[in-house]
């Protein structure tokens, strides 16, 4: 399998990883560009244009980050996020490597112990998966998952009912990496989501300073049309580089424009539900690719509270865990399992009394449901996501019903899975199939044929799907 990452994981801190670039704005960008010459995975095109004009480009459903976005940068070995970050100073933090706070399902707070051992019998696992799905993958069958390997070798390690049971329950916060569960991650393609060496950390500061310094030079010489939605991309394959076929762009209001090449940065999700916007169809490859792979639907709330009533004075001591994970109370209807970070761990000036959940699956959907429905201005809608996350964050340190500084003042809930320009999701991901329902898949040869695109009809495809293999589903990779 060409190109496939060496497997490492140095260090992965125990909780959820907000993986990619998620909150896609509704625009096409066109921009006028120096160069005459279009290249994608070393393949040099030329164009023969009339002399002195240059080539017109069409960018259609680039990405931008905020608050609601991405949180991390994963890798820390030749990442050019990274070096943004450092260059513009940015605030960035390594978690501490502190195993979680854990709740069980009675709401007991486990001892460190106990938590340490779950967290690292998952992460052990999860280092051994890796490892054997990077050396085996062509004879792992395309419909074993990651919970399949985590039972077996559970067995096989001879771990204790009870201990092996919590230990199922904490690798269920393996899908707040992937936006989906972890019966759904794929063995065989589990090394897909293997990233950059070197660790991950929590840009505290957000991504808007790199946004806008890669976004400066782009916007200088681009025409920016904000808030257009694209319906028809019309592309005729090109016979020969001494023609010049136009590729006609065609928007809601029934402006249509021309140009010379085409760059598709819309998320995999949108790829998946607007097969009928290229005119004609895309080529079976590519079709077959953007069926194959599939996308994810990670979720996040934020919960503000008047102060970090979780915080005790002698924290400011003692390393405290960044992750908080409960097991599924069961003082809850659905008994689902939950985690977040403490937005109050990060260096100043950017801490602030902050819960931040991640949510992915039934949960997820459960959450956008409800939110949806209400105006986030409103104080139904704090009251309808401090209601739901109460059973949790009520067991926290310190929490005093009768205590303002317990009831949360603010919220804010990501809606991607009803975002029509997020694609409906989040992100990429590697899931099991059927073999006898789809046939042979093979995903890595997948991201390839995306990465190639259309050159023959000028058309390209980029964003976090289309990545190197170490940076699949991440901000670097987008």
Not at 6 to 20: D, N
Not at 459 to 478: D, N, R, Y
Request: proline residues 7%.
């Amino acid at each position: 399998m060409e190109g496939r990452a060496k497997f490492s994981l140095e260090y992965r801190p125990p909780g959820p990883m907000s993986k990619a670039l998620q909150d896609f704005s509704h625009f096409k960008g066109l921009s006028n560009q120096e160069s005459t010459t279009n290249g994608h995975s070393g393949t040099m095109i030329r164009r023969i244009l009339p002399k002195g004009r240059k080539p017109r480009i069409c960018v259609v459903g680039a990405g931008v980050a905020g608050l609601s976005g991405p949180n991390w940068i994963h890798g820390l070995h030749e990442n050019p996020i990274l070096d943004l970050a450092k260059e513009l100073r940015d605030a960035f933090m390594d978690v501490p490597e502190v195993p979680p706070s854990v709740y069980d399902q009675t709401g007991r707070l486990l001892g460190m112990e106990d938590g340490q051992q779950c967290s690292e019998l998952m992460w052990g696992i999860i280092e051994e998966a890796f490892k054997y799905s990077d050396q085996e993958a062509d004879s792992i069958p395309q419909n074993q998952s990651l919970l399949d390997f985590f039972k077996v070798k559970l067995k096989e390690k001879n771990i204790p009912k009870a201990i092996a049971e919590r230990v199922l329950e904490f690798c269920q916060s393996w899908g707040d990496y992937i936006g989906g569960d972890i019966d759904r991650q794929s063995l065989k393609y589990l090394w897909l989501e293997e990233t950059i060496d070197g660790g991950n950390i929590f840009l505290a500061s957000t991504y808007k300073a790199i946004l806008d310094r890669i976004t400066k030079d782009v916007l200088a010489c681009a025409n920016l049309q904000l808030f257009t939605k694209v319906t028809s991309i019309s592309t005729t394959p090109q016979e020969n580089a001494t023609t010049t076929v136009p590729v006609t762009v065609t928007t809601s209001q029934n402006e249509t424009s021309h140009f010379d090449e085409i760059v598709m940065t819309a998320p995999l999700g949108w790829l998946k539900h607007n097969a009928e916007s290229f005119q004609p169809g895309l080529p079976p490859r590519l079709q077959t690719a953007i069926k194959n792979i599939s996308y994810g639907a990670l979720e996040k709330v934020y919960l503000t509270f008047p102060s970090a009533f979780w915080l005790s004075p002698e924290d400011q001591e003692n390393p405290k865990p960044f992750f908080n994970q409960w097991l599924g109370p069961s003082c809850t209807t659905h008994h689902w399992a939950v985690e977040c970070a403490f937005l109050s761990s990060l260096p100043a000036p950017h801490s602030h009394p902050t819960l931040l959940f991640y949510m992915h699956g039934a949960l997820a959907t459960h959450i956008t449901t409800l939110a949806s429905k209400l105006d986030p201005t409103t104080t139904q809608y704090l009251t309808a996501l401090s209601e739901f996350f109460k059973p949790y964050y009520s067991l926290l340190p310190n929490y005093n019903s009768t205590s303002p500084s317990c009831s949360p003042s603010h919220a804010l809930a990501t809606n991607w899975q009803n975002d029509e320009f997020a694609g409906w999701g989040s992100y990429s991901n590697f899931q099991i199939s059927d073999p006898e329902v789809v046939g042979k898949v093979e995903l890595d040869k997948d991201i390839e044929a995306l990465r190639e695109g259309a050159p023959e009809r000028r058309l390209w495809f980029a964003g976090e799907h289309t990545a190197p293999f170490i940076a699949l589903g991440t901000v670097t990779g987008a």
